[in-house]
Structures are given as structure tokens and as C-alpha cells.
């Protein structure tokens, strides 16, 4: 991916609100508030493999999550469309950035997963690259290993599978989207078991960056509008900095924000 001439934060800002993935997003306003309700009625699937430090109630995540991402704090727009604010994704990423220069400098050991390899791979494929390129460690733990999921169509064989360093979840010749915690949790177990490099950074989504956070480890990440507990872990100091945006647009969209991320962390002119 060729990543051009990074924009200045005006230029980025117009491209996240033109691409949709901040401003007006696509992800619906009742999912959200359905994410937020099960969320606080904590169903794991919904915290991403975080154990919070106290319970959240709908509407203390509905606030929350206003704070931190943008979406419209009032409790009786039910549907239509909701928000991200497109500042709040600027800020976020200059935090990232700020971490990943921090690995760069320290050849930091890395761990880099996403349940989003339609979307974000490339993201985090850029990052991957980028920080190994200055000597980082990028782990690669427990490659192949394997576990069934249940699906619409009944249960599945998945496995962890790595792309140039980036952990996905991998079954039937396809790359699968997901929320779960276990592959993370997989990984830091095969580390722990082989006494190997104890990560000391995890550049995730979803459960990959929950279960990382909730180990111990410094994590960044990206999260939509419907994905509140990596907010709620943030407030609550598990996860180090959470980058609000829509998910799962058009994969080219993310080129901009990339370069953006990687020229303010130092890691491209």
C-alpha cells in the first residue's frame, strides 16, 4: 500500500466526514444503543474480553460514549443514523501515534491483531511493517492454533492465522470478522508458556485489544460507535487509547489516516 503524502489534521478531518468514517457513520443508531444494552447487561460477548472494574448502565455508557466518540447523547433517538466525531477520532490517533513512536524508539516487542480484515488489515498491516522496519519485534505466538466457533450454519473450525505479523482469525479459506477474546488469549498463553518476549505494546480491535488490555499489556486500538467496552476499558486505564471511527469502510478509505498516524508517530517523512 502505497501511502502517499500525509494530509495535515483539516485534510484528514474533511476525508474521515467524506468517507463516512467519522461524522455521519452508517453504523445504525438502534445497534448502538442494542450494544450498549448488552453490554451493561454483561453479556462477554459485548466486553471484548475485559473484566471491568464495575458494572456500566446503559445509561452511563449511552454518556460514555458521547464523551469519547461522539455518538448523540440523547437517550430518546432511538433510529436513523448516529455519530462519531471526527475530532475526537483526530485526537485519538495523535495518541496512538505518540505510543507507536514511543515502541519505535525502545524497539519495543509488538503484538498486532484485527477481527476486521476486511476493513482495517491494511491498517494495521502499514503499522506492522512500519515499526518493524525500526526494529521492533513483531510476535508471532501460537500460530495455527485452532479452536470451534459457533456460526448460523452450525460449528466451525477456526484458527489464528498471521499475515506479514497481523493475527486473524482464519477458517474454511477465508478471514474471518470477529469479537472474541480467545485468540488473544491464546497468544499471551503460548508466550507465557515458551517464556518468550512479553509484549510491550498490542495494536488490536475488538477482543484482541480487550484481552490484551485486561493482561496487562499497553494497548491501542480501534473502535466503532457500537463497540463501547474498549471505550469503557480506556476510562477505566486497561486500554491506552482508543480510536473512534467506522470500522468496515472500503479498505482504500484508511490510506490518508494511515499515513497520518505514521507521520505523526515519526515512522514516515
Avoid at 509488538?110 to 498491516?125: D, E, F, N
Avoid at 486505564?237 to 505514521?262: F, R
Amino acid at each position: 500500500m502505497s501511502l502517499g503524502t500525509p494530509p495535515s489534521r483539516q485534510e484528514l478531518r474533511e476525508h474521515l466526514v467524506r468517507t463516512l468514517i467519522a461524522g455521519e457513520v452508517a453504523t445504525p443508531r438502534q445497534n448502538n444503543l442494542l450494544h450498549y444494552r448488552r453490554m451493561a447487561a454483561g453479556n462477554p460477548h459485548y466486553l471484548f474480553g475485559l473484566n471491568l472494574k464495575r458494572p456500566w448502565s446503559f445509561d452511563e455508557i449511552l454518556a460514555m460514549m458521547a464523551e469519547r466518540c461522539g455518538v448523540d447523547p440523547d437517550p430518546a433517538h432511538f433510529y436513523g443514523d448516529d455519530t462519531i466525531d471526527p475530532d475526537l477520532t483526530l485526537d485519538a490517533l495523535e495518541a496512538m501515534a505518540a505510543r507507536l513512536a514511543e515502541a519505535a524508539e525502545n524497539r519495543a516487542s509488538v503484538l498486532i491483531a484485527t477481527g476486521h480484515p476486511t476493513g482495517l488489515l491494511p491498517v494495521h498491516l502499514a503499522v506492522g511493517r512500519a515499526l518493524h522496519a525500526r526494529g521492533c519485534r513483531v510476535l508471532t505466538p501460537a500460530n495455527g492454533w485452532s479452536y470451534e466457533v459457533e456460526t448460523a450454519t452450525g460449528p466451525r473450525d477456526r484458527h489464528i492465522r498471521y499475515v506479514d505479523g497481523v493475527a486473524m482469525l482464519a477458517g474454511g479459506g477465508s478471514l474471518h470478522h470477529t469479537h472474541d477474546a480467545a485468540p488473544m488469549g491464546a497468544m499471551l498463553a503460548d508466550l507465557a508458556a515458551e517464556s518468550s518476549d512479553w509484549p510491550d505494546l498490542a495494536i488490536a480491535d475488538h477482543g484482541w485489544a480487550g484481552a490484551a488490555g485486561e493482561a496487562g499489556i499497553p494497548t491501542v486500538g480501534f473502535a466503532d460507535s457500537n463497540d463501547p467496552a474498549l471505550f469503557a476499558g480506556e476510562v477505566e486505564g486497561k486500554i491506552a487509547a482508543v480510536v473512534p471511527l467506522d470500522d468496515n469502510v472500503l479498505p482504500h478509505h484508511y490510506t490518508p489516516m494511515t499515513a497520518y498516524l505514521l507521520a505523526r508517530a515519526g515512522l514516515i517523512a
